[in-house]
């Protein structure tokens, strides 16, 4: 049961009088001094300890932040904005600032979380198929579904086909897959653009798939193939990159290699945005109709002739157990990409005029919430670390971050004496008030826009903006990091981590043994067979080749220290 203040106080004073009695000293009385303080200490004390949910929170953080595990604290809102290009192709960098007003007044801003190209290039139809057998039907394979993804705009040239939203029936394989039609493409092709799929909330399944599934851009012939095979990387607040299967230059990584932005794994709208590679000139495929799609796109548009014409054609494969993609697709948006409220806050500290503690959260006073430091830099140019870093450097400067206070622990000038100043450079939110802003009124650009005849606004509502991270989200966090999944030990653990790199994979087999390395000594070695489903890839021998290289990558900097891994990998 929490003592009252009161209770508090006179257990201080009960206390004070019992260390006098040990040095000789009777006295009932209690210098007013020594009683204002007593108070104003009691006081701390219950506001500390009344809390007890916050107070195991901190503890917890503190430890995990001893541990070597990253501490989270407030989180952003993330919003997805799509822009409007009417003139020439423009580059939206990562971290432009996006103003706008939520709805309980005010001015706020976001931050774009990484960099996308916008041009002219818009969406002509997107096509959903369905197998039924990927609908959990047993027995012998029935023909699949075509048809038009309804509810979404459509451009006046789509239209004048006259379309029917109904179901064509068709035989593309067991696999439910998702078809893109672009179209209106200018010179830069599709280098940098930015597409999100907008998802209902029930396709759990769809929005996980999405993350890992591949893309493929149809050839010229129409084929699905591996010169057009795209792969999906995690990229800046839970998004992805698509990476060629076969390597090719990316420049969009390139232009944000540079950019300071604050490190956020995930966000409300993550694994729902994705930035397309720069597309060298032999890959800039044209094709009328994807192989197997020009019959039953004939019967989906009463009037084909005006549909049927040269495009770019994306693919995305599923796996099939999916919710039907009619209903859980329901848009799918160019020129789009996510942004968090988020901002970088810069001052300097002196430390003999502001301390060593200064507060950096709403909660003891500043403006808004800690999302994660940024930088901060000594006198002597030296970064500090956090307290518990391992480091060599000696008089390197160190940093706390606790209950919503920064402290400081000034490094070493080069002659031995203290820094006497710090500069401190913090990501801050708004946290929970960032999800006010709703749909469209996240309208204009800080600092001008990119080109001229470039407009930008939020198609969906900002969400998931947090003060902090709950007692039980932390507890659950800390669970996870103490299993051994981030260091594979068991045949469960190796298991466990493979199917997760790839969703093809359906089995994994664990064989260690001795091998001689190449000096003769003899090495621990795990050979690992995994088997996949030919027909889930697009070019099965070239992925085969790419999936063996990145799974022993994978897997090297996550076995023991002495053990070798050796993949092979064999068709189901």
């Given at each position: ?393 000696p008089g390197q400067g160190r940093y706390r971050l606790n209950q919503g206070y ?67 989200a932390a507890q659950q966090r800390f669970s996870e990091a103490l299993l051994s ?88």
């Open positions: 049961m929490n003592s009252s203040a009161a209770e508090i106080d006179l257990k201080l004073r009960d206390d004070f009088r019992r260390y006098l009695r040990e040095y000789g000293i009777e006295s009932t009385l209690i210098d007013p001094v020594l009683a204002v303080l007593f108070r104003t200490l009691s006081s701390q004390i219950h506001a500390m300890s009344s809390d007890t949910d916050k107070l195991r929170t901190a503890l917890l953080h503190e430890l995990l932040e001893g541990l070597g595990f990253d501490r989270p604290y407030a989180h952003p809102a993330q919003a997805i904005v799509r822009y409007a290009c009417l003139g020439e192709p423009a580059y939206i960098a990562a971290a432009t600032e996006l103003t706008g007003e939520p709805d309980n007044g005010g001015r706020m801003s976001f931050t774009t979380d990484y960099g996308i190209s916008i041009s002219s290039a818009r969406v002509a139809a997107v096509f959903v198929y369905e197998s039924e057998q990927g609908n959990g039907q047993r027995g012998p394979r029935r023909q699949g579904s075509l048809r038009l993804l309804s509810g979404m705009h459509l451009p006046e040239e789509t239209l004048r086909a006259e379309p029917t939203y109904d179901a064509v029936s068709v035989d593309l394989g067991v696999y439910p897959a998702i078809y893109i039609a672009l179209e209106n493409l200018g010179p830069a092709y599709l280098s940098g653009h930015g597409i999100f799929l907008q998802t209902s909330f029930e396709a759990t399944l769809l929005n996980a798939q999405l993350e890992r599934d591949n893309w493929c851009l149809a050839s010229n012939e129409g084929r699905f193939g591996a010169c057009g095979v795209l792969r999906p990387s995690a990229s800046h607040g839970g998004q992805q990159s698509l990476r060629w299967l076969q390597e090719a230059a990316d420049l969009i990584t390139e232009k944000d290699s540079e950019v300071e932005r604050p490190r956020l794994a995930g966000g409300f709208w993550r694994g729902k945005c994705f930035v397309l590679p720069s597309v060298p000139a032999d890959r800039r495929f044209l094709c009328e109709s994807p192989v197997g799609l020009e019959k039953p796109l004939r019967s989906i548009f009463e009037r084909p002739a005006l549909f049927i014409r040269p495009r770019a054609w994306l693919r995305i494969q599923l796996d099939a157990r999916v919710e039907p993609l009619h209903a859980a697709l329901t848009a799918v948006h160019l020129h789009a990409q996510s942004a968090s409220n988020v901002g970088c806050l810069n001052q300097t500290v002196r430390f003999a005029e502001h301390g060593t503690t200064i507060p950096v959260s709403v909660e003891t006073g500043g403006h808004s919430l800690l999302v994660a430091p940024l930088a901060i830099t000594g006198e002597s140019g030296i970064s500090y670390l956090p307290e518990f870093h391992p480091s060599f450097t920064l402290t400081l622990l000034p490094g070493k000038m080069a002659n031995g004496s203290d820094e006497t100043v710090a500069n401190v450079r913090l990501w801050m939110t708004a946290g929970r008030a960032g999800n006010q802003m709703s749909a469209t009124r996240l309208h204009s650009f800080a600092k001008g826009a990119p080109a001229r005849n470039v407009t930008v606004e939020n198609i969906t509502t900002a969400a998931g903006g947090s003060n902090g991270e709950s007692a039980d999944r981030q260091r594979l030990i068991t045949r469960a653990d190796l298991e466990l981590a493979l199917r997760s790199f790839d969703r093809r994979i359906t089995g994994v087999g664990v064989a260690p043994t001795l091998a001689r390395g190449p000096r003769g000594q003899l090495r621990r070695l795990h050979q690992i067979t995994v088997t996949a489903l030919r027909e889930r890839f697009a070019d099965p021998e070239e992925e085969k080749r790419i999936l063996i290289v990145d799974l022993e990558s994978y897997l090297a900097d996550r076995v023991p220290l002495d053990v070798d891994v050796r993949v092979e990998v064999a068709w189901s």
